[in-house]
């Protein structure tokens, strides 16, 4: 497994941008993000692979945009036109799958989670 840390939640007001990162030890197939709301299962957000396909969960289509860095192992989530319901703990993924098997909340790695808060 690899170890992942994300950066950059913080608190913003609707219609706002937010730039996630995630920083992994090691390459693996894809990378993705989830996020989690208390009393809610975690969710797919979005997903890509080192060959360059990508996915987005239907919510954040048009607003969010996942990338890679030329450095290795790294991740980025630049979140436009936030809402208060993209409210969450979003948790980086990383695994050696391709992006449709990473929408699911189950194995692969996993970082400690970055909390992202949209006022109204």
């Known amino acids: 497994q690899v170890q992942l840390v994300e950066s950059g939640g913080g608190l913003v007001q609707a219609g706002g941008s937010l730039r996630l990162s995630c920083a992994a030890s090691g390459r693996t197939f894809s990378m993705g993000w989830f996020r989690q709301v208390p009393g809610k299962e975690r969710e797919f957000v979005a997903a890509?692979?080192?060959?360059?396909?990508?996915e987005y969960a239907d919510s954040v289509k048009g607003r969010f945009t996942i990338s890679s860095g030329n450095a290795a192992n790294t991740m980025w989530l630049q979140m436009n036109s936030l809402k208060p319901e993209d409210t969450a703990v979003y948790y980086c993924k990383a695994d050696d799958v391709g992006v449709v098997d990473m929408a699911t909340p189950t194995g692969g790695s996993w970082g400690q989670g970055t909390q992202v808060t949209v006022s109204s």
């Open positions: 890509f692979s080192w060959a360059g396909t990508t």
